[in-house]
């Protein structure tokens, strides 16, 4: 006779899902320390937390004038929004600089963090509507 895998139990699924919300809760409690939220341009950012989410964002970074993104190659658009201080884009928008590493339009790109809502951060206009991806603070 073999083993099967049970299913978790509802309960066990809220139960992580309530921890990554009090996760999500202190990490948007925490002071910034580093770097100003902007109030335009291409680029989201958020106040640094102390600390950051586990997912793993990963597809070709589109540096749109107006919205910063990743596809994935699925198809999946999503805006990451960057710790204050932790990537900056060239003047000319063709470069973002990201944890000591230069990206270009259509690069590979890997980011840690978590899809999550933003408060206190500045998200383009551009962006509304587009799901939105917590970068972890590098």
Known sequence: MTARARP???GRRWAGASVLVVALALSACAGSSGGDVPSSGPLAVYPRPDAGMDALLEGT?????ACVQV???EG???VPVFPAGDATLEADGTVLVWDGEEYRHGD???LGGGFSPVSGGYVPAACEGLEL???APA
Do not use: E, K, T, Y
């Not at 970074?61 to 004038?65: H, M």
């Open 71 to 73: 596809a994935s190659p």
């Open 76 to 78: 999946h658009i999503a």
């Open 61 to 65: 970074l589109v540096l749109d004038p």
């Open 133 to 135: 991806f917590a970068v």
């Open 8 to 10: 978790s139990p509802p």
């Open 108 to 110: 590979r790109i890997a």
